[in-house]
């Protein structure tokens, strides 16, 4: 694995991004993968295993078996609250609070950016830790969600509680997709990291920034549809390459 220090960035990423009023960082699954989170294929194992999950992350599957798929929020929300930040999620705490317009897009609902201190982020898809009812889409409280019940139920209409996440078929939160569409259009560069760049319209935010003329860097071990078309491809993990982008830009612009 090669030392965050050693890596060479080029130098002309580094002045890009030292001299960019605005960057926007789109972020998938890719960047808690560090933090033990496993990403979205990777939690396809043990009872779920023999699931897609475009299978289970859907309504129809959750009204087909609302037990095996709430138990599998259930399960990833153990997971996520066992998890810490890693030096991905703080490299860019420390990107946001240098760049004067700075917005972060994730797909993630594991609430890591939040918990690492990032403040302007949206979040594409929800988030584990919140739930909601099925029929009235009111918030629960975590004391809702205690009884025998599995999936516990709505205590204003009965309903049946689910996670408050956006399953495949359902709509994004408007807003935060078109603050996600206008950063992507409007900056001078926008880094893509940990994300197989497939799920849709998030995989477009790239894509939108090439034809607005921005520069878009991925970071990725492996590559993506999005690869040939970056301007920079950093091959390696973002808990690598994400703090020695920063570092690099610290020390041309101290
Ligand atoms: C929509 C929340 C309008 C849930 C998620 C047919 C019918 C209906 C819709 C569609 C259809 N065909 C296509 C669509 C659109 C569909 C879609 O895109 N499908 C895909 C499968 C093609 N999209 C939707 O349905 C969206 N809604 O379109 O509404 C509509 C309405 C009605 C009818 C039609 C259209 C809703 C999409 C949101 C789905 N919800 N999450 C949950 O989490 O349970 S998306 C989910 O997948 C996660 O959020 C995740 O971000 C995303 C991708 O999953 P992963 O692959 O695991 O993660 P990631 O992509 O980030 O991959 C990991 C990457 O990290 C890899 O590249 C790996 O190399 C890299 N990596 C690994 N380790 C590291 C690393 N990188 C850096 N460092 C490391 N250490
Ligand atoms: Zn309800």
Known sequence: MTTADA??????????????????????AGISAESGVPTFRDAMTGLWAQFRPEELATPEAFLRNPK?????????????????????????VELESRVPEFLLVTQNVDGLHARAGSCRMVELHGNIARTKCFDCERT??????????????????????????????????ANALEQAMRAARECEVLLSVGTST?????????????????????????????????????????????????????????
């Not at 004391?143 to 399953?167: E, F, I, N, Q, T």
């Open 140 to 173: 629960a409280d975590e004391k809702d969600l205690a009884g025998d019940d599995v999936p516990p139920r709505c205590p204003h209409c009965g309903g049946m509680l689910r996670p408050d996440v956006v399953w495949f078929g359902e709509m994004l939160p």
């Open 68 to 92: 095996l798929v709430w138990n599998w929020y259930a399960w990833r929300r153990e997971r996520v609250a066992r998890a810490s930040p890693n030096a991905g999620h703080f490299a860019l």
């Open 198 to 254: 497939v799920v849709e319209p998030a995989a477009s935010l790239p894509f939108v920034a090439l034809q607005s003329g921005a520069w878009v860097v991925e970071v990725n071990p492996d590559p993506t549809p999005l690869t040939p078309r970056a301007r920079f491809a950093l091959k390696g993990t973002a808990a690598t390459m994400l703090p020695a982008l920063v570092s690099a830009l610290q020390a041309r612009v101290g």
């Open 7 to 28: 890596l060479a960035i080029a130098p002309a990423l580094v002045d890009a991004l030292a001299a960019a009023r605005k960057v926007t960082v789109l972020t998938g």
